[in-house]
């Protein structure tokens, strides 16, 4: 299994140019989610999808966009880069699981490796 | 929105040293995750702990979950260097089990 994929890996951008990133999973998951890290940082939620044809916004969706087509992709979309978007953006999908004890469902996450994007 | 602080934010610590990383909220949480994230790379999840007063451990590592769900705390005994990285807790917010929040990052480093 390749788990989560992205590409492209390192890009940079001039201001105003728009580009899509791109997150494949192989792992038949319904929810997908896009983050980005600032360097030191924690993640911050983009974007995400509970399954195909369905996404809603997280904490930060402002300049950018996302489509579901199919289960396998999501891919995030950036329409007029800003340098406030140099980021390192991680895609990652989530597998639930159902803890007996607790009645309650624990996620899991996978990550892909990232992609660092430069604005200049 | 809930969020979730860490503390500290650095640690640079000798190999054979133990170390706490702390997470904490003003607000309750189902369950608390940790991820551990090297250099380059994404997130990988630790472990989730479900349950107020819950200790999980995974080998040299042990997990607390507070009491009262609004804190958590990782505790490393004997680090060494591979324990190096960015250590991440989250949590689903209230009302929804779709998304996490994620705190602000512990980034530990472990030197010989």
């Known amino acids: 299994n390749a788990g989560v994929t992205q590409t492209p890996k390192f890009r940079i951008l001039k201001i105003g140019q728009s580009m899509t990133l791109q997150c494949t999973q192989d792992?038949?998951?319904?929810?997908m989610y896009w983050y980005r890290q600032d360097p030191g940082m924690g993640l911050k939620l983009i974007y995400y999808?509970?399954?195909?044809?369905?996404?809603d916004k997280g904490e930060v969706p402002n300049g950018y966009n996302v489509s579901r087509s199919t289960t396998e992709d999501f891919p995030l979309r950036l329409e007029l880069a800003a340098p406030s978007q140099t980021s390192v953006y991680f895609c990652a999908s989530r597998k639930a699981n159902w803890d007996w004890r607790e009645g309650q469902s624990t996620d899991t996450q996978y990550f892909g490796p990232g992609t660092r994007l430069t604005v200049l | 929105t809930q969020l979730l602080e860490q503390s500290p934010q650095f640690l640079s610590i000798q190999e054979g040293e133990n170390l706490t990383v702390y997470c904490n909220s003003s607000s309750v949480f189902s369950s608390l995750q940790w991820y551990r994230q090297e250099p380059g790379e994404g997130p990988v999840l630790l472990v989730t702990v479900v349950t107020g007063g819950e200790v999980k451990k995974l080998k040299r590592l042990t997990f607390q979950f507070g009491d009262a769900r609004k804190d958590s705390s990782l505790h490393i005994t004997a680090a060494q260097p591979g324990d190096t990285g960015l250590y991440l807790c989250a949590g689903p917010p209230t009302g929804t089990a779709s998304k996490l929040t994620f705190g602000t990052g512990t980034r530990l480093q472990v030197t010989l």
């Open positions: 792992m038949n998951h319904n929810y």
């Open positions: 999808s509970v399954g195909a044809g369905i996404t």
